[in-house]
């Protein structure tokens, strides 16, 4: 679990592809002094363990789901990419939960400078608006973001300097790609509305078949 606190941009240092995944190794200069083999560590949003570290770097595997559902399979050597170690227990919660499972690729729409910070516009999939929320958060490449302004299928988001300067974002352009990963909260708040909804529907299907049958109509 992670908190959408970025801690450093990496490198990509190389994409080798294995089989039906793939190895990416990334050169970092804080992230690589305390990740153990074994660990978890989000590289652009997405969770991947940590299977060889060294000084300056580190590396991990990828599936072909992590491949297919995030843009990390288009990184090159030289790629910027946002790193954060896992969260532990004696860390602040800075952000909000990031799980590091990519819901869907997104699209910068549009970028609006704003003094030393900037506007940015995102585009998203359709199965992703039920899960957006005015004011709500949003990872964007791991970053936790608040959705500034919604529409269907466009969100908007402040970036304040520190943030822009501390991560990828100030690397992207109109059309590039980035992963999404919608709030774990209004997953299940929608899955509890969806389970409810159905059982209220059960419920009134029942209650009507048996009107139908005292009726004689079944």
């Known amino acids: 679990m992670f908190t959408g606190i ?22 970092s200069e804080k992230v ?14 997405v969770c991947l363990t940590a299977v060889e570290t060294g000084r300056g770097y580190f590396s991990a595997d990828m599936s072909s789901e992590s ?10 050597r030289g790629s910027p990419v946002n790193l954060e170690r896992a969260l532990s227990l ?4 800075g952000g909000h939960i990031v799980q590091g499972h990519v819901d869907g690729i997104g699209t910068v729409r549009n970028i609006e ?16 608006d039920r899960y957006m929320v005015d004011k709500g958060s949003v990872a964007v490449d791991g970053i936790s973001l608040t959705i500034g302004a919604l529409r269907a299928g466009e969100f908007t988001a402040a970036v304040i300097p520190h943030t822009l300067h501390e991560t990828d974002l100030k690397s992207l352009k109109a059309g590039d790609g980035v992963n999404l990963e919608v709030d774990i909260i209004a997953k299940y708040v929608q899955r509890f509305l969806d389970k409810g909804s159905s059982q209220a529907d059960e419920s009134g299907d029942a209650s ?4 139908l049958l005292e009726g004689g109509f079944a």
């Open 67 to 76: 491949l297919g559902r995030s843009t990390l399979g288009g990184m090159r």
């Open 208 to 211: 009507l078949y048996r009107k």
């Open 90 to 93: 004696n860390s602040r919660l």
């Open 32 to 45: 690589w002094k305390d990740l153990e083999i074994g660990e978890s560590v989000s590289v652009n949003g």
């Open 113 to 128: 400078k704003s003094g030393e910070g900037a506007l940015y516009s995102f585009g998203y999939p359709g199965d992703l």
């Open 6 to 27: 970025i801690e450093e941009v990496g490198t990509v240092r190389e994409l080798r592809v294995a089989g039906e995944g793939a190895r990416i190794t990334v050169s």
